[in-house]
């Protein structure tokens, strides 16, 4: 059973930086593709950020040049380090592991709060 905690999130003022974790535990495959998501009240959740195995990033056009996705040294392990943030980053961020093999693995955290406010 994979079960993921993300942490890093809280408040903090419009231009400053946070850095969230997302950790796995279970087994993961080394061919996940790693992604941060996040959902604001009343909004859909939205793709931030994405990294392959390879290492291949994707950034949705709204945090580009803002935001980086990383890996940690562990496979189980990755980052999305947030700098000047804007209010409209407030939402819950939610980290997410997918790969397939014979069938579909799609494996979700609980979310983290973000809140940039003044």
């Known amino acids: 059973q994979v079960q993921l905690v993300e942490s890093g999130g809280g408040l903090v003022q419009p231009g400053g930086s946070l850095r969230l974790s997302c950790a796995a535990s279970g087994s993961i495959s080394s061919g996940a593709v790693m992604s941060w998501y996040r959902q604001a009240p009343g909004q859909k959740r939205e793709l931030v950020a994405s990294i392959s195995d390879v290492g291949s990033t994707n950034y949705a056009d709204s945090v580009k040049g803002r935001f980086t996705i990383s890996k940690g040294n562990a496979k189980n392990i990755f980052y999305l380090q947030m700098n000047g943030l804007k209010p409209e980053d407030t939402a819950l961020y939610y980290c997410?592991?997918?790969?397939?093999?014979?069938?579909?693995?799609?494996?979700w955290g609980e979310g983290t709060q973000v809140t940039v406010s003044a």
């Open positions: 997410n592991f997918y790969w397939f093999r014979f069938t579909p693995h799609d494996y």
